[in-house]
């Protein structure tokens, strides 16, 4: 019996010895489990960020210049993607043709009976008989029969820089005060100058069609032979600019419209090299504009330049800006909450998150931006229906806005003289087309060996013998033996459905 126990004490030690090793693996695959589980949440957690920014990546890639605010000049960049092909305008229910349009507004040359100059004109050389025929009329061997034809000339006459000298006289009074007279507006010190004339047409050419300096000296140059030095040329920017009056008159009418469209664009102007604190050197050219009237400020693009704009004044009228989403014009400080301490007066002026002045601001989304926001929401969901169906409703607001817009001014011009109904869009109604169903099928038209000629049949008739068209791909004389064969019920019925 000894030796029994002894086996179950084996047995029993053999077993706790199993069990203590059989723990302690189940302990190194537990943390070796909570290891490998802490490494699959850290790559997860990569590969979500790594998934992130490939769609940030995939999605930068696709903007172009057709669903974005990009500029067409950086389409067709490598690795970018090209902008769709627009499809054709469609009106009328067909394509659009080629040329002038139906309702778009002509130029032409219109023949006017009140010209500036006349000019007759007769005729120059000799007769066949030998009569001088430019001496003929003065001579009585010739008679004018009037005029037999008139032609109109448009023409600019030829500009040339004039030398003008202006002599200022003193005068001694009976009193014996000398008084001496004044040169004439706009001279420069110095006893040559160019006039203003020269000095607006050089600053007209700089800031309306936007010539360099170089370009406009050499277009002076060669249309009025005057030529001007190019720092002279360019001083004039800082000569006009220094009129405060036009610029404030410019800001004071935008300030009065009810809608004004505003835009910021990068300008290469000033240093080379940025300013403290600045990442680039170029500044940003503020634009506040309407049909009429544009009014620059030449900044940066940051709160304070966008303090110093029309917006204040925009606001305190309630007017509407119209912009692309730049962040600023969403600043605390153009949109302040009313109820709080600043809407109530903030009279010590401690809260500069806002003011009071930009409560009635209204803010208005470009929809040329919302329209090419949809078309990239097309583009990134094509299965879904939403963007085009809210992009057709857009231009459908836009279209009735026109419409609205053209009732307005057709009511406010009662007297029809700054409206021509013949060449405005909205005056002439569209053309009615035939449903799609209803279209004829295009022709055949045979082409090489397979094209003969078509012949008209014309058959007479048999009563009076006057001559009548056929039915259209029967002859004549077919249909009429047609005609006078007897049928059958069933066929007479199918020819009156005919």
């Given at each position: 019996?000894?030796?029994?126990?002894?086996?179950?004490?084996?047995?029993?030690?053999?077993?706790?010895?199993?069990?203590?090793?059989?723990?302690?693996?189940?302990?190194?695959?537990?943390?070796?489990?909570?290891?490998?589980?802490?490494?699959?949440?850290?790559?997860?957690?990569?590969?979500?960020?790594?998934?992130?920014?490939?769609?940030?990546?995939?999605?930068?890639?696709?903007?172009?210049?057709?669903?974005?605010?990009?500029?067409?000049?950086?389409?067709?960049?490598?690795?970018?993607?090209?902008?769709?092909?627009?499809?054709?305008?469609?009106?009328?229910?067909?394509?659009?043709?080629?040329?002038?349009?139906?309702?778009?507004?002509?130029?032409?040359?219109?023949?006017?009976?009140?010209?500036?100059?006349?000019v007759d004109r007769f005729p120059e050389g000799r007769c066949d008989c030998g009569n001088d025929l430019a001496t003929a009329l003065e001579?009585?061997?010739?008679?004018?029969?009037?005029?037999?034809?008139?032609?109109?000339?448009?023409?600019?006459?030829?500009?040339?820089?004039?030398?003008?000298?202006?002599?200022?006289?003193?005068?001694?009074?009976?009193?014996?005060?000398?008084?001496?007279?004044?040169?004439?507006?706009?001279?420069?010190?110095?006893?040559?100058?160019?006039?203003?004339?020269?000095?607006?047409?050089?600053?007209?050419?700089?800031?309306?069609?936007?010539?360099?300096?170089?370009?406009?000296?050499?277009?002076?140059?060669?249309?009025?032979?005057?030529?001007?030095?190019?720092?002279?040329?360019?001083?004039?920017?800082?000569?006009?600019?220094?009129?405060?009056?036009?610029?404030?008159?410019?800001?004071?009418?935008?300030?009065?419209?009810?809608?004004?469209?505003?835009?910021?664009?990068?300008?290469?102007?000033?240093?080379?090299?940025?300013?403290?604190?600045?990442?680039?050197?170029?500044?940003?050219?503020?634009?506040?504009?309407?049909?009429?009237?544009?009014?620059?400020?030449?900044?940066?693009?940051?709160?304070?330049?966008?303090?110093?704009?029309?917006?204040?004044?925009?606001?305190?009228?309630?007017?509407?800006?119209?912009?692309?989403?730049?962040?600023?014009?969403?600043?605390?400080?153009?949109?302040?909450?009313?109820?709080?301490?600043?809407?109530?007066?903030?009279?010590?002026?401690?809260?500069?998150?806002?003011?009071?002045?930009?409560?009635?601001?209204?803010?208005?989304?470009?929809?040329?931006?919302?329209?090419?926001?949809?078309?990239?929401?097309?583009?990134?969901?094509?299965?879904?229906?939403?963007?085009?169906?809210?992009?057709?409703?857009?231009?459908?607001?836009?279209?009735?806005?026109?419409?609205?817009?053209?009732?307005?001014?057709?009511?406010?011009?009662?007297?029809?003289?700054?409206?021509?109904?013949?060449?405005?869009?909205?005056c002439r109604p569209p053309r009615r087309t035939r449903p799609a169903h209803r279209r004829e099928p295009p022709r055949h038209v045979p082409?090489?060996?397979?094209?003969?000629?078509?012949?008209?049949?014309?058959?007479?008739?048999?009563?009076?013998?006057?001559?009548?068209?056929?039915?259209?791909?029967?002859?004549?004389?077919?249909?009429?033996?047609?005609?006078?064969?007897?049928?059958?019920?069933?066929?007479?019925?199918?020819?009156?459905?005919?």
């Amino acid at each position: 019996m000894l030796w029994i126990a002894r086996l179950f004490e084996q047995q029993d030690a053999a077993r706790d010895a199993r069990i203590a090793r059989l723990t302690a693996q189940n302990e190194r695959l537990a943390a070796a489990n909570a290891e490998l589980r802490n490494m699959n949440a850290q790559l997860v957690a990569v590969n979500e960020d790594l998934a992130s920014r490939l769609a940030r990546l995939e999605h930068l890639v696709t903007r172009n210049s057709g669903n974005s605010s990009n500029p067409s000049s950086k389409d067709g960049q490598p690795g970018t993607s090209e902008p769709k092909p627009k499809k054709p305008r469609v009106s009328g229910g067909g394509q659009r043709g080629r040329g002038g349009q139906p309702g778009a507004a002509g130029s032409h040359l219109r023949f006017t009976e009140q010209p500036d100059e006349r000019v007759d004109r007769f005729p120059e050389g000799r007769c066949d008989c030998g009569n001088d025929l430019a001496t003929a009329l003065e001579r009585g061997q010739a008679r004018d029969l009037g005029v037999v034809d008139r032609y109109q000339q448009v023409d600019i006459p030829l500009v040339t820089a004039t030398v003008t000298q202006y002599d200022q006289h003193a005068l001694a009074c009976g009193c014996g005060a000398v008084h001496q007279a004044a040169r004439p507006a706009g001279a420069r010190p110095g006893p040559v100058g160019y006039g203003p004339n020269l000095a607006a047409w050089c600053v007209y050419l700089m800031v309306v069609h936007h010539l360099p300096v170089g370009r406009c000296v050499g277009l002076v140059e060669s249309l009025t032979g005057a030529a001007p030095s190019a720092g002279f040329v360019h001083g004039l920017l800082a000569r006009a600019a220094a009129l405060a009056a036009a610029h404030d008159r410019i800001r004071a009418l935008i300030t009065l419209c009810a809608v004004v469209v505003m835009d910021e664009t990068p300008l290469r102007v000033g240093p080379r090299l940025p300013r403290p604190g600045r990442k680039k050197a170029e500044r940003y050219l503020l634009v506040a504009c309407t049909d009429l009237y544009t009014h620059f400020l030449l900044g940066d693009r940051d709160l304070q330049t966008f303090q110093a704009s029309v917006l204040s004044e925009l606001a305190a009228a309630g007017a509407t800006v119209v912009h692309d989403r730049y962040s600023l014009y969403d600043h605390d400080f153009f949109n302040p909450v009313p109820g709080d301490p600043l809407a109530d007066g903030d009279p010590d002026g401690t809260d500069p998150t806002g003011s009071v002045e930009f409560l009635g601001l209204l803010h208005q989304v470009c929809t040329q931006h919302l329209l090419r926001d949809l078309t990239a929401a097309g583009e990134t969901y094509p299965g879904e229906h939403w963007p085009a169906q809210i992009a057709d409703a857009l231009r459908g607001l836009i279209h009735h806005t026109n419409l609205t817009r053209h009732a307005t001014a057709l009511a406010a011009d009662s007297g029809g003289q700054g409206h021509d109904a013949a060449h405005c869009h909205y005056c002439r109604p569209p053309r009615r087309t035939r449903p799609a169903h209803r279209r004829e099928p295009p022709r055949h038209v045979p082409s090489g060996r397979d094209r003969r000629p078509v012949r008209h049949h014309v058959a007479r008739h048999p009563a009076r013998g006057t001559p009548r068209p056929s039915r259209a791909g029967v002859p004549a004389r077919q249909a009429d033996r047609r005609a006078a064969v007897p049928h059958g019920p069933g066929r007479s019925r199918d020819l009156e459905r005919r």
